[in-house]
């Protein structure tokens, strides 16, 4: 059996146990019922995927992927490609905005590259290159059928290897000159969303240049009839090697019960096609923002996540993904560290003025 | 003249050279500009509070304040009033959620008693208790004019002695039996809002709870006709005697350029006091989260901030402030400690595809 295969069936349900458990905590704790509202679900969710009525997190990854997309010959970033292994630099100085905002939550980076165009020999970046960049997908597909299973089974790897040396949180981060417009096109595809709906300006594009990128997508479904029921053969025709590599490491979290938090389009996109290779492991994924790229909205919809942050933000990198990863860490906290109303001898709530049930 | 008026005229404009600065520092840094949406204004504001061009966070503090309300003879809240100083004791001894969310994000916590109904005598809690317990507002009046004044200008004081011994941002955070109900008129009275519109349930009363709230703060404003064009009248009238404390700590801190965290409901009320005695006061509040209470979005468009967490909280307490007041700090990061293009040698955007100014 293959990895990737063997990794979904090792995808099981959330431990109902233990979730009860955790909400039965919950509602002992020194607050009304309910009104930590997300923290309090996500605490049971934890339960749930950790498997124990205390959940905790202690170390938190963020596993950033880098690739480049042939379809940037086209004309449809506002970047040049050349940003893409300059931005993997960056990444392995300390530099980026993912850097500084993992510093910020006590989070740990990795960095991958699983497809760079140009040769990346910097220490620390992790090679899992499949490719040298996709092919330009207006042509044909933007990858072999192989390609896009040995992309997904090298971001299991990388979830395994993390979740084996301590990490109990993963986050998605990616980097790709141009790579909203194969996210865009995996949601047209899978959702039968517009194309205009699932496509905005990206790094920023000014408005010729978000036609175009429209025309590029439609050109590239059109020519490489990606089968929406087929996950491999959407990634494989109108897909990339960091967005694989990011459906493989939530997976790999999923597989192993641990939580992964989703950053914001590309990584959204990415969670898509986990979710339609597994349906079973959006459980174990996390919304952490909602971009202002326009599809982020219809993926998440399509996902049934609900964001947490409303910040405006479109860089990815994980930048979401790391802010959300703290919030995450303290839902489990409140679970384990608040005081019961039988602790701290506080009154529990009137009985004539309980929650009707009926509205 | 008052400790009020001398901190009202102490309020003063952000510092545009500073905010010019950190402008430009921000389109600098490695990301395209303006991809880190609220974080960028978010720092650019600190720069233009602190003015400097490189703000930096480095001691938080949530205050906490407590009080009760004589409306609860009323039947407005589903806990019993004795809550209040049961839930102080809670915060002094490290139990609640205010309490665990402040040790996630780093934040002290301060709780002040500015007028539990009962004699509170607990280590730790700073005391400035105006009186024990507001009046039943359906009665009358629910505190005299000059105890409205002592409230703000206890809030003042308390501001004052956290930001003299190092804080750099202050939270809000409140705790008192029946708060929402003073809220509600607040916002009622201030921004002309249907009082079905401005009123929730709180703590989770049921629908004839919720019914009964409504008349109550309808017959509360009918007998003592606030005036909507004075603040201390409104807050003296319809108000309680934390909501007077938490305008004080704002105007406090925006007197002494330094950034106040609004949390929820109960602070936004308050904050809506302070900006109504001070408008230029504004511009140094950062809205937290957006409660279920459906009075908050309101509040919050009225005092036109813009909140950044969508967690469906409603407890209060601060928490909201406590987790937000990480995300104000992770921006004064971004700004001080990302590189540049220059530093990390990464190229800028194509010019043939600079973002449109027209669209």
């Given at each position: 059996?293959?990895?990737?295969?063997?990794?979904?069936?090792?995808?099981?349900?959330?431990?109902s146990e233990a979730m009860q458990q955790a909400a039965e905590r919950q509602d002992q704790l020194t607050k009304p019922p309910g009104s930590l509202g997300v923290l309090e679900e996500l605490s049971i969710r934890?339960?749930?995927?950790?498997?124990?009525?205390?959940?905790?997190?202690?170390?938190?990854?963020?596993?950033?992927?880098?690739?480049?997309?042939?379809?940037?010959?086209?004309?449809?970033?506002?970047?040049?490609?050349?940003?893409?292994?300059?931005?993997?630099?960056?990444?392995?100085?300390?530099?980026?905005?993912?850097?500084?905002?993992?510093?910020?939550?006590?989070?740990?980076?990795?960095?991958?590259?699983?497809?760079v165009a140009t040769p990346v020999d910097i220490p620390?970046?992790?090679?899992?290159?499949?490719?040298?960049?996709?092919?330009?997908?207006?042509?044909g597909p933007a990858m072999s059928r192989d390609e896009a299973v040995a992309c997904i089974e090298a971001g299991i790897e990388v979830a395994e290897a993390e979740i084996e040396a301590g990490a109990d949180l993963l986050g998605t981060g990616e980097m790709g000159i141009g790579n909203t417009t194969p996210s865009s096109a995996i949601l047209t595809v899978f959702s039968g969303a517009d194309i205009a709906q699932a496509t905005g300006r990206g790094t920023?594009?000014?408005?010729?240049?978000l036609h175009l990128k429209r025309e590029v997508i439609r050109r590239a479904i059109e020519r490489n009839q990606?089968?929406?029921?087929?996950?491999?053969?959407v990634l494989a025709k109108v897909g990339g090697l960091e967005i694989g590599g990011l459906a493989g490491v939530i997976l790999g979290a999923a597989a192993n019960r641990v939580p992964v938090v989703?950053?914001?389009?590309?990584?959204?996109?990415?969670?898509?096609?986990?979710?339609?290779l597994c349906p079973a492991?959006?459980?174990?994924?996390?919304?952490?923002?909602?971009?202002?790229?326009?599809?982020?909205?219809?993926?998440?919809?399509?996902?049934?996540l609900k964001p947490m942050l409303f910040m405006d933000m479109r860089l990815g990198e994980g930048t979401g993904a790391a802010l959300a990863s703290g919030l995450v860490e303290a839902s489990a906290r409140v679970l384990s560290e608040m005081?019961?109303?039988a602790d701290a001898g506080v009154s529990e709530k009137d009985e004539k003025q309980m929650d009707s049930a009926t509205e």
């Open positions: 059996m293959s990895r990737l295969q063997e990794t979904i069936d090792n995808v099981r349900p959330l431990d934890l339960a749930g995927i950790q498997g124990r009525p205390l959940p905790a997190i202690s170390r938190k990854v963020i596993i950033v992927m880098a690739a480049d997309h042939g379809v940037v010959s086209e004309g449809i970033s506002a970047f040049p490609q050349e940003v893409t292994p300059q931005m993997v630099a960056n990444f392995a100085a300390g530099g980026a905005g993912i850097n500084v905002l993992s510093r910020h939550s006590g989070a740990e980076v990795r960095v991958v590259d699983m497809g620390g970046v992790i090679d899992r290159k499949v490719r040298p960049g996709t092919a330009n997908m207006v042509n920023g594009i000014d408005t010729g240049g990606p089968d929406s029921g087929d996950a491999i053969d989703i950053d914001g389009f590309i990584s959204s996109a990415a969670a898509l096609v986990a979710a339609r492991a959006r459980d174990y994924m996390i919304a952490s923002h909602v971009s202002v790229e326009p599809g982020h909205k219809l993926l998440l919809e399509e996902l049934g005081a019961t109303f």
